[in-house]
């Protein structure tokens, strides 16, 4: 049963414009949400986190958005690097059970 | 400390043969998770460990799947009699508590069964 979809396998953007990425969920009882960046031949690697008694959490040029009611979280990159193309992973958390969307391509193009 | 690691990075068996892969979590981490990864699709969670116990194996994928992690350190996962559907990429990850929502992964080992 996939809980997490990304709906989205791939998005190219150009350099310096915002790149957003989507997420849903389907079980209400996730409370904490995590996208991961994944580059070839390497492992997952954390990027940011909300709870969700939250609705926006920021770091950076990274910006994490919660709607519980739609059941939907994005990430915005502003301004998107060439850097930033990599394989984006949604989370959804609850206790000790964590599953992920199929992940987005992201492409940054200069 | 670098993060975790993962051993052997890339793996080529033969279908039947047995494969054992190891991972050595970050050094203050209590707790420690294995994933499978198939191409197109995330991660999915296999089994965990608090310290040296096992607290949860019913999302392995079969009984020829075990994991240990005997002194509370490194863990290892083995497949028995492989399968060609087991191809795909294992990866660990490790936190520091159970209430550290953040889980820290390896760069992942790559089975390839034949």
């Known amino acids: 049963d996939q809980q997490v979809k990304q709906n989205s396998p791939s998005l190219s953007v150009q350099e310096g414009r915002i790149s957003i990425l989507n997420c849903d969920y389907t079980?209400?009882?996730?409370?904490?949400f995590l996208w991961y960046k994944k580059y070839p031949a390497e492992g997952p690697t954390f990027l940011i986190s909300?709870?969700?008694?939250?609705d926006k959490n920021e770091d950076g040029r990274f910006t994490v958005f919660l709607n519980k009611s739609a059941k939907h979280l994005s990430l915005h990159i502003v301004p998107s690097q060439p850097g930033d193309s990599a394989v984006y992973f949604c989370?959804?958390?609850?206790?000790?059970?964590?599953?992920f969307g199929a992940g987005t391509r992201l492409t940054v193009k200069p | 400390d670098t993060g975790v690691s993962q051993d052997p990075r890339h793996k080529i068996t033969k279908r039947g043969q047995n494969v054992t892969f190891r991972c050595d979590p970050i050094s203050e981490h209590n707790r420690l998770y294995w994933y499978r990864q198939t191409l197109g699709q995330g991660p999915e969670f296999l089994t965990y460990f608090q310290n040296e116990a096992q607290l949860e194996k019913s999302r392995l994928l079969s009984d020829r799947f075990s994991a240990e992690r005997p002194k509370g350190s490194f863990s290892t996962l083995e497949i028995q009699r492989t399968e060609q559907g087991d191809s795909a990429m294992y990866l660990c990850?490790?936190?520091?508590?159970?209430?550290?929502?953040?889980?820290?992964f390896g760069p992942g080992t790559r089975l390839l069964v034949l």
């Open positions: 079980n209400s009882m996730f409370d904490y």
């Open positions: 990850a490790s936190s520091l508590t159970a209430y550290q929502e953040t889980q820290y």
């Open positions: 989370a959804a958390r609850r206790e000790d059970d964590m599953r």
């Open positions: 909300i709870s969700s008694i939250k």
